[in-house]
């Protein structure tokens, strides 16, 4: 248990529409990382924050948006959801104390989104 | 841009018997690397990361890595595979900019231990 946890394990939904996936870092973490793993893409970063602010972005498409709250729990939002959009999203926290690539980052289980 | 290679997408091994993923990365400074596992239905944990120093590097369960720069590889050994190892194994460089990090990952290696 690497001590992040995320909600839901799995989604079902429909294109067009929106959900929203919560992520808890690790206990004092202040980095929290989006990724999505999907079979064609493989496993893609997709942004980060760390303590509240946008720090890096990645391959994240314009429909997801992403923010972390004072609490440093952070939710990935996903809109106008297509067939493509189905993957495994992963969240992973870090210390970021200096929010450097140096630091490990701790993975969740993950939130599996089927788009139907 | 980094980017990293994993050319096999599936080894088979027995058990007992010794394994090594290979993992070829482009960057054009000093690659922060990684290798992570992920087991079925689980989120990936880290194996070990190089960094500098030492280009042979140890990590937990048993494995190893080893930096060579010459061939822009950072190859992963176990020397006797258990049947727990079946997994997905990812490599991975990072970088680090002026506004963040991030882990650019390969395509990963799926892993089949035979008994």
């Known amino acids: 248990d690497s001590g992040v946890t995320q909600t839901p394990k799995h989604l079902i939904t429909a294109t067009g529409q929106r959900v929203t996936l919560r992520c808890s870092p690790r206990?004092?973490?202040?980095?929290v990382y989006w990724y999505q793993q999907s079979l064609d893409q493989g496993l893609q970063f997709l942004i980060q924050?760390?303590?509240?602010?946008?720090?890096a972005k990645g391959n994240i498409l314009e429909r997801f948006s992403a923010q972390q709250f004072p609490d440093l729990h952070s939710e990935l939002n996903l809109s106008s959801l297509e067939l493509g959009d189905s993957a495994l999203y992963f969240c992973?926290?870090?210390?970021?104390?200096?929010?450097?690539?140096?630091?490990?980052?701790?993975f969740g289980p993950g939130t599996r989104l089927l788009v139907l | 841009a980094q980017s990293v290679t994993q050319p096999d997408i599936h080894i088979t091994v027995s058990e007992g018997a010794s394994l090594e993923l290979r993992c070829n990365y482009s960057?054009?400074?000093?690659?922060?690397l990684f290798w992570y596992v992920q087991s079925p239905g689980q989120g990936l944990q880290l194996l070990l990361k190089?960094?500098?120093?030492?280009?042979l590097v140890q990590g937990i369960k048993g494995f190893e890595a080893e930096f060579k720069r010459s061939q822009s590889s950072f190859n992963l050994r176990k020397p006797s595979v258990h049947w727990s190892d079946a997994a997905e194994y990812f490599c991975?460089?990072?970088?680090?900019?002026?506004?963040?990090?991030?882990?650019?990952f390969g395509g990963g290696t799926r892993v089949l231990v035979k008994p």
């Open positions: 992973a926290s870090s210390v970021g104390a200096s929010g450097g690539i140096q630091e490990t980052q701790y």
């Open positions: 206990s004092g973490d202040l980095s």
């Open positions: 924050y760390y303590n509240g602010e946008e720090r």
């Open positions: 960057y054009g400074a000093t690659p922060y």
């Open positions: 190089y960094f500098s120093g030492d280009t």
């Open positions: 991975a460089v990072g970088a680090e900019e002026a506004a963040g990090n991030k882990l650019t």
